[in-house]
């Protein structure tokens, strides 16, 4: 039961949807498809191997990579669509029944078919480009490497297919929204607050409204009010529970049919194929792996066990070393869901049973779960990086410092509320603590594989010796190895393993899409020159100017993903950075913290979803909200401390790059 938790929290919230007989086969071919990020671990380890051991270098495993792992990302945006795996921010979605949820089900079907059926029109066009030449003759696009492959050709037309296959599961889906009432949550003729309904009115009402002055002005809105416009369709369609991947999308062609008309709308195509393959993002999924393997496996136990024999009779003892577990699982992984999920398994119940208060239990979880987002190998570090187009190695190396200290700030915080109020957290009795030696020696042992592997993939991305991407496939092995020698790794591991690994990334990856898609229609509109002369112009110090995004960056984190907020504002916000005279790699780091508030906030923190997935029943939403806010507090002081101070994030790579 565990397990299923934990998959449902993968986009931290209930799965609601009866999935079609088309969605169960996807489900089933998911399985052989996730096969693909194994293959990509094994040939990235065989460039290493032979790199490193042979000098011999490979000319076909880095565009190989990408290629399965393009594949993959492509595939998983339907699989998450049939196993309804999208995160979805459905704040009147989530709160209705019967033929209120059919309502927008229809609502949401019709305008994912219009998204799908767009991007096909657009993929189509790329499709055969890829496999005919203008002059009609048949002859696939390759990459034009020395190996030179013909997996352009191959992915863009495996877009297509994927955008033809969205279209069909959400005419199934249409249909079955139809033929239901709100999938068994409520009766027919229950009662919907009226709140709600009068909810939903204003939403289709301003959709509606909004939608016929947009297309009927075009361009003659001028960029000022179609940025309004852009920013509330937004809000109003994850409103309805549409997923948040679509709703950019969508937003995306919407604006480019009023501006540009039909023409524009390869536009939207080629935006996603050029976002896909980059080598980097095959980091990702090897990170998420590592975790999966981690999750499945005793070595997360084993960990906090060894921490355990650190923190002592320390009073709050226990709160420590779960953030000194956290630290080291956010090393191993950098995934951040999974190390809440595990927190929540391992620690929170101890806490719990040795009498801590429940409220500073959960925040302790929440908090140092969240500090992934922070401790290397980072994937939102990996993603601003991506976006932002600065050295993923430089900002790994900028936010230890920040990462210790935060993390430092949450202990000093539960030591003074403990000894300040010793109820809070009682001490380790003495048939507790007294362990025998054999018995520690015991629990240290259980300590060094995962820290070894924590050591391979830090080490050799510090030491240069590995990108990120190779550095994540050396975790991979460290874990498949490690989990070997503990007698775990067996096929039921790895296949859940990797089908999770596919339902997170096709999650991920497909709001990167989206979010890129949105992003370049916004620049080709002059947004981001809009947005850059305004921010420009306001008659404030530099510092406050940045003080100003890290609001809008705050404000944005109370209602969207990470990964949304940086595919939308990063290519705006870095260059007026650059242009303040700041540097890049420092606000990559405020970024990356402000991020870290953002999965504890109200109304739609991630955090809380993930812990109240595998939390006691007695444990609400409410709870949680409310154990968090004193960690969100100290959140905003060491932003505020890195904001002033920037010399905490970059003296040590200016210290290890010499400049």
């Known amino acids: 039961m565990a397990n299923q938790k934990i998959d449902l929290a993968a986009d931290g919230l209930e799965q609601f949807m009866i999935p079609t007989n088309l969605d169960r086969v996807i489900d089933r071919f998911g399985s052989v498809v996730s096969i693909l990020f194994a293959c990509g671990v094994f040939i990235s380890f065989y460039e290493i191997v032979m790199r490193y051991a042979f000098n011999s270098p490979t000319v076909w495993v880095h565009e190989s990579t990408i290629g399965l792992v393009a594949f993959s990302y492509l595939f998983g945006g339907m699989y998450c669509l049939a196993t309804d795996k999208h995160i979805r921010i459905g704040l009147i979605y989530f709160s209705t029944t019967g033929r209120t949820r059919q309502v927008l089900d229809i609502f949401n079907s019709l ?16 499709a055969q480009k890829g496999f005919y030449l203008p002059t009609g003759e048949f002859t696939l696009e390759r990459s034009g490497s020395a190996w030179n492959p013909v997996f352009p050709a191959i992915i863009k037309l495996m877009l297509f297919v994927t955008a033809s296959m969205l279209a069909v599961q959400s005419v199934l889906h249409l249909f079955r929204a139809f033929k239901s009432s709100g999938y068994d949550l409520g009766a027919k003729g229950e009662l919907v607050p009226y709140k709600t309904i009068g909810a939903l009115l204003v939403v289709f009402t301003l959709l509606s409204v909004g939608g016929f002055h947009l297309f009927s002005e075009g361009r003659g809105l001028g960029i000022e009010i179609s940025s309004v416009y852009l920013v509330v369709a ?20 919407i604006f480019t049919l009023a501006w540009f008309g039909p023409m524009g709308i390869p536009l939207i195509s080629s935006r996603m194929y050029s976002s896909i393959n980059e080598y980097v993002l095959a980091a990702i999924p090897m990170f998420v792996l590592m975790a999966s393997i981690l999750d499945k496996s005793g070595m997360a ?58 409220s500073l239990a959960i925040g302790v979880v929440c908090a140092g779960g969240s500090l992934g987002t922070m401790i ?21 190396l900028a936010t230890v410092v920040p990462g210790i200290m935060l993390a430092s700030i949450y202990a000093t915080y539960i030591l003074v509320r403990c000894y300040l109020n010793p ?31 924590a050591f391979i993939v830090l080490g050799s991305i510090y030491g240069g010796v590995a990108s990120v991407t190779e550095a994540a496939c050396l975790g991979v092995i460290g874990v498949l190895v490690s989990t070997a020698i503990r007698g775990e790794l067996n096929w039921t591991l790895m296949s859940e393993s990797l089908k999770r690994t596919m339902s997170t990334c096709g999650m991920i990856i497909w709001i990167i899409l989206g979010a890129s898609a949105l992003v370049g229609v916004y620049n080709l509109m002059g947004g981001n020159l809009y947005v850059e002369s305004a921010i420009m112009a306001l008659d404030l110090s530099p510092i406050l100017i940045i003080m100003f995004m890290m609001l809008i960056l705050l404000l944005l984190g109370l209602f969207m993903d990470w990964t949304g907020i940086a595919l939308l504002t990063m290519p705006i916000f870095v260059p007026i950075v650059i242009k303040l005279g700041f540097d890049p790699v420092w606000f990559g780091i405020l970024f990356a913290m402000n991020m870290q508030v953002s999965y504890l906030s109200p109304p739609f923190g991630p955090a809380a979803f993930y812990l109240k ?21 100290l959140q905003l002081i060491a932003l505020s401390i890195v904001l002033m101070f920037p010399d905490i994030v970059l003296w040590l790579p200016r210290t290890i790059n010499g400049y």
């Not at 994912?112 to 029109?121: D, Q």
């Open 111 to 126: 305008m994912t078919i219009f998204f799908a059926v767009a991007l096909s029109y657009a993929s189509w066009g790329m």
């Open 234 to 253: 937004i809000m109003l369609l994850m409103l309805t529970g549409m997923p948040l991947a679509f709703v950019t999308a969508l937003v995306a062609i």
């Open 301 to 358: 136990d084993d960990l906090f066990d060894a921490a355990r024999l650190a923190a002592g009779r320390i009073r709050g003892g226990l709160a420590i070393q779960t953030l000194v577990a956290a630290v080291f699982l956010a090393a191993i992984s950098g995934v951040i869901g999974g190390e809440i999920v595990l927190l929540g398994l391992i620690a929170l119940p101890q806490m719990l049973r040795l009498g801590y208060d429940r």
């Open 376 to 396: 290397p190998p980072s994937i939102v570090l990996i993603v601003y990086g991506l976006v932002a187009s600065v050295s993923i190695g430089d900002l790994f």
């Open 423 to 453: 109820e809070l957290a009682p001490v380790l009795s003495d048939e507790e603590y007294n362990l025998s030696t054999k018995n520690k020696l015991k629990q240290l042992k259980g300590a060094v594989l995962p820290l070894g592997v």
């Open 613 to 633: 997935s595998v939390a006691p029943p007695d444990i609400s939403l409410s709870d949680i909200f409310k154990a968090v806010w004193p960690f969100i507090i």
